[in-house]
């Protein structure tokens, strides 16, 4: 330890002065000036211990304040590291995991592969997927192409894409659409 005392050796040196002066009190008898000289050790001595008193209970309190902040902080760090360690611990399984279904997977891809004949059956898919899109192109171009050549004689088409041929006051033609059809009075 350092040289300091702390406050409750000091306290236990005072006792133990004032009970020396006690014994020697009591061996010998005191003249008028001797008295006055222990009173006044008494009287210093008890200054002493009253001062003492709270230096050990300021000290006290410090060191209680010491040992609880480091048990907050030594508690947060075990917290800290008991998360990280969790997190690890979940990751590695979650990829150990996530190993094995990949795994599983790529085998239940190949037992698939096996069992549905493989390699013809992806070509006949592959060729049905082809011939689907060629009829749907097909069919779509078509009426393009059908809606082109009307555009270009509406007067041979009219009438077979369901509209009628009406005159104008000028006297020519055109092709009408009716959106509500008349009604079929007198035709």
């Known amino acids: 330890m350092s040289g300091v005392k702390d ?15 006690i014994d020697q009190l009591q061996r010998t008898s005191l003249d008028k000036t001797e008295a006055k000289a222990l009173n006044a050790k008494v ?6 211990m009253s001062k003492v008193g709270p230096a050990v209970q300021d000290r006290i309190e410090n060191s209680l ?12 760090q075990a917290a ?36 549905f004949g493989g390699f013809w059956v992806w070509l006949a898919s592959v060729g049905l997927t082809g011939a689907l899109l060629g009829a749907l192109a097909v069919f779509w171009l078509q ?8 555009g270009q004689n509406p007067g041979i088409f009219c009438r077979s894409a369901g509209g009628q041929v009406i005159p ?7 092709c009408a659409f009716w959106i509500d059809q008349p009604s079929q009075s007198g035709n």
């Open 65 to 76: 304040l010491t040992v609880a902040t480091d048990l907050r902080l030594h508690a947060m």
């Open 80 to 115: 800290s590291s008991a998360a990280q360690d969790a997190i690890h611990e979940a990751h590695r399984e979650s990829m150990e995991a996530s190993e094995r279904l990949l795994s599983a997977a790529g085998e239940a891809r190949r037992q698939a592969w096996r069992y």
């Open 143 to 150: 009426g393009r192409a059908d809606a082109h050549k009307f």
């Open 43 to 48: 009287v210093q001595g008890l200054d002493g």
């Open 168 to 174: 104008n006051t000028e006297g020519r033609k055109f």
């Open 7 to 21: 406050p409750f050796e000091i306290l236990a040196d005072e006792i133990t002065l004032i009970r020396r002066q």
